[in-house]
């Protein structure tokens, strides 16, 4: 039975030596000479240390495309034209799958037309040689991003190749991601992931991990995603991962928030231990975008009001042209310079909005129900509690396509505009907190003039595409 406890060096080195294994590349990697790597990168390519020494809100976009060369120009765009603070390296979906022959036959096509024929970057492919290639051709840290099941060896891989964090984790890479992993297989996964990190960390290279917030990016209630951060946090923690960064995605409302990004970095720094060094991100809306350029502009704009006010220590920009699907490296870059150009300008003038800490109390509360639901059902150990929470629907996830969550759960708008649960399930939380809810959906319902139903829901779905925040009739 897998609980929360680390992995012995012994252990940590059988499976290293069994996943490099699974494919050429892996045989480029030596954890001494990729020590003494990371230690020649000068300071300012150590992400850790920039994103926590950073004194406002960081930016950094999503970016990946299969050739090295393309990649290195896509940076250096969005470096200089963008002024991006961190850069990321987005990975290929085969890669993602770890169906690394595919991802091969796609790079080599693309090689041979110049045509994006993924739709990342094949970091297991390129191999230690290439990511070194990229490392050393930016000047700014970078990110590897992506949405793996099962990392293990894109982690072996980047890390020796100069990378110095790592987006994902167990639940957030499974929850919203896949059907074919059950949780305790990718728990176990991300634990190697983890020990691997707290191996470079424990030689003094501090590999950043970044649980990815937003988990389905639709209409999730804050305290389900702050509760599934936390954990993953916990989970790396105990792996010796020693720079944690816990992320929260944009529902629109400015006080929710707000408040819930200021919920996320006091529980954080409550609930991990002393020696972790937390910092939190902010990703702008994860939903549909509206198609018109102009209109996807404001959303993004309202994202970087929201991150002046709250200031993480940094958000995942968006482009103008998030409705077409992969945008061009100009938008990505315009998306850059909207956010920054609205945190500079709003970040010292103090903004003050009533309802924050009454909100940010609430999301408090409810954090504190789902983490108390996931300790008692694991006997106090994060893993069983974990996975047990899931399985019985104690803690659940918004239109999950995983089979480990019930997916049972759904969110509406209020009147506000803010995310409250409309259908609660088994998710454990307690009454006084469910009727807060009910009565702020039911003053919703009684404003528009019709019943509580899943019309709401689906409405709210579609709001800020259509060019609004609230489905209203």
Request: hydrophobic share 35%; proline share 5%.
């Amino acid at each position: 039975m897998i609980r929360d406890e680390r992995i012995p060096s012994d252990e940590l080195r059988r499976i290293d030596e069994e996943i490099r294994s699974d494919w050429p590349t892996g045989a480029d990697v030596d954890f001494e000479e990729a020590i003494a790597y990371h230690e020649s990168l000068p300071e300012r390519k150590r992400f850790a240390d920039v994103l926590e020494s950073a004194d406002k809100p960081l930016l950094q976009p999503r970016a990946g495309v299969p050739r090295l060369d393309d990649q290195i120009e896509l940076l250096e765009y969005l470096h200089g034209e963008g002024k991006a603070d961190l850069l990321p390296t987005t990975i290929d979906s085969y890669t993602r799958d770890n169906e690394y022959e595919k991802a091969q036959q796609g790079l080599e096509k693309a090689r041979e037309t110049g045509d994006d024929t993924l739709n990342g970057f094949p970091a297991v492919n390129h191999g230690v040689e290439g990511c070194r290639e990229l490392i050393e051709a930016i000047d700014a840290p970078i990110e590897v991003r992506h949405g793996t099941p099962d990392a293990r060896l894109l982690a072996a891989i980047t890390f020796a190749g100069g990378f110095q964090s790592f987006e994902g984790g167990p639940i957030s890479y499974n929850i919203p991601y896949t059907k074919r992993h059950g949780l305790e297989e990718t728990i176990e996964r991300w634990q190697f992931v983890d020990r691997l990190a707290g191996a470079y960390t424990q030689r003094g290279v501090r590999i950043n991990r970044e649980p990815f917030g937003p988990l389905t990016g639709t209409l999730v209630p804050p305290s389900i995603a702050i509760a599934i951060g936390i954990v993953e946090g916990q989970l790396a923690a105990t792996q010796g991962v020693r720079s944690i960064t816990l992320g929260y995605g944009q529902v629109g409302n400015v006080v929710q928030d707000v408040a819930a990004l200021n919920a996320l970095r006091d529980l954080a720094n409550e609930y991990l231990p002393d020696e972790v060094v937390v910092t939190t991100v902010f990703h702008e809306w994860m939903g549909g975008f509206p198609p018109d350029e102009a209109r996807a502009n404001g959303v993004i704009s309202l994202g970087g009001m929201t991150a002046a006010i709250a200031q993480p220590d940094k958000v995942i920009t968006k482009s103008p042209q998030e409705f077409q699907g992969v945008p061009t490296m100009q938008a990505n870059a315009a998306g850059l310079r909207t956010t920054r150009q609205v945190i500079d300008m709003a970040i010292e003038q103090n903004i003050g909005i009533d309802g924050i800490v009454e909100e940010q109390d609430l999301i408090e509360r409810e954090t504190r129900c789902l983490m108390d639901a996931i300790f008692t059902h694991g006997d106090g150990d994060v893993v069983q509690g974990t996975i047990k929470a899931f399985d019985s629907g104690a803690l659940d996830v918004p239109f999950a396509p995983s089979d480990s969550a019930k997916g049972a759960i759904l969110p509406a708008r209020d009147d506000d505009g803010r995310v409250r649960i409309f259908e609660w399930a088994d998710l454990e939380m307690d009454d006084d907190i469910k009727e807060i809810h009910k009565a702020r959906l039911s003053q919703r319902a009684d404003t528009e003039g019709r019943e509580q139903s899943f019309r709401m829901v689906a409405d709210d779905v579609d709001a800020i595409s259509d060019g609004k925040l609230i489905g209203r009739p």
